[in-house]
């Protein structure tokens, strides 16, 4: 059971120690605010959830108005930098409520939209429950990005706080799970997003290749941001015009071409003899891969444990260059999106290109014009 251990103090604001079974709880863990009598016990330790989801919220709030403490699980795929960062339980005038507190971290914050659209959508996606009981609480002055809090009231205050508090975390999952979805799907309408499945030897040189895409286009005349993101096994690779307007279908088609750069047998003599810093830093950084891939290949072989059949594939594409188009994943849920951000991203046909496949000055002076001619149409 909880309780405290009143401090010698004055003022209207005194801090108390928090215990449990008569034990004195480390402040840093824990302690009890009292305000005009009024008592607030909180902790900040995960190892004290289990002991206190057990107890009746009746049990828990003998002695104290409020009492807060951490939640110590995050949210699946990934989303820690969205996070249920407490959870409190309160009663006035005999009123009973869980109130669940949620924050950002900034720092660890890698998704293709902004936090407060995420904190927004969260919400809306729990208001269209119609759940009953249920309340968006405001903190600090309403901005969103320092965290919110929603509650809902306890239904049968004698039991324990765990029956209906995973009853209520599994709602929160499902409104978390939505919440992903819409805004991934409102993402994708506005970016050009392809999975890739890269071997573990050559993840990082590939990946690295990939961020350049965005000098790359640039250097066209496309302004743009791309993010490279970890899901599974897979490597999501999203990129997102920086003007709404520009046409996504040109990023597809640069990125089609792009990926075939490396597989290229050779560099023509015009590319080395070309001034253009354009053209240099796009060789530069073509080479730099190939010198990779070749490293990559030369470590698998001395890995005896592969498959001989598995090492001559994987090395055929590397020695290629064919690895980034070959670790295009499939995804046969998302057959209708593979086929219109991947399928008509490698088409260069239609643009009669086969012949400058190896110039890239005139690969990029051609880039130019074709998307500066499609913006003014």
């Known amino acids: 059971m909880f309780g405290y251990i009143r401090l010698e103090s004055s003022g209207f604001f005194k801090e108390h120690l928090l215990t449990i079974d008569g034990v004195p709880i480390d402040q840093e863990q824990g302690y009890v605010a009292e305000h005009d009598g009024v008592l607030e016990a909180s902790t900040f330790s995960t190892d004290f959830y289990e002991k206190i989801i057990i107890l009746s919220p009746e049990e828990l709030l003998h002695l104290f108005k409020k009492f807060s403490f951490s939640y110590p699980f995050s949210w699946e795929d990934g989303f820690e930098s969205f996070h249920i960062r407490d959870i409190t339980l309160s009663c006035t005038d005999n009123l009973f409520k869980l109130i669940f507190g949620f924050g950002f971290q900034y720092d660890n914050w890698k998704q293709l939209w902004s936090m407060p659209e995420h904190g ?147 560099l023509n003599a015009v590319t080395f003899s070309e001034p253009n810093i354009e053209v240099q830093r796009l060789v530069a950084n073509i080479y730099h891969l190939q010198s990779q891939l070749t490293l990559a290949s030369a470590v698998i072989q001395q890995k005896e444990q592969f498959i001989q059949q598995q090492q001559s594939l994987i090395q055929q594409q590397l020695l290629s260059g064919q690895i980034l188009v070959q670790s295009i994943q499939d995804n046969k849920d998302e057959k209708e999106d593979k086929e219109s951000i991947v399928g008509d991203v490698v088409s260069v046909k239609k643009f009669d290109w086969e012949f400058i496949e190896l110039d890239l000055p005139t690969l990029i002076r051609r880039l130019k014009k074709t998307f500066k001619r499609n913006k003014s149409n």
């Open 120 to 266: 927004k959508e969260f919400i809306s996606v729990l208001h269209a429950k119609h759940l009953s009981d249920f309340k968006y609480e405001h903190w600090y002055d309403d901005d969103i990005l320092n965290g919110f809090a929603v509650s809902f009231k306890i239904q049968n205050q004698s039991l324990p706080i765990q029956v209906e508090l995973e009853a209520l975390l599994s709602v929160l999952e499902q409104v978390h799970e939505q919440t992903v979805t819409n805004l991934s799907l409102k993402a994708e309408s506005n970016a050009v997003i392809v999975k890739f499945n890269f071997p573990d030897e050559v993840k990082v040189a590939c990946e690295q290749y990939l961020l350049y895409f965005v000098q790359f286009l640039h250097d066209i005349g496309i302004e743009a941001t791309a993010e490279l993101k970890e899901k599974a096994e897979s490597v999501l690779f999203s990129v997102i015009p920086k003007n709404k307007e520009e046409a996504l279908e040109n990023i597809k088609t640069a990125l089609g071409i792009y990926l075939r750069l490396p597989s290229n047998p050779t």
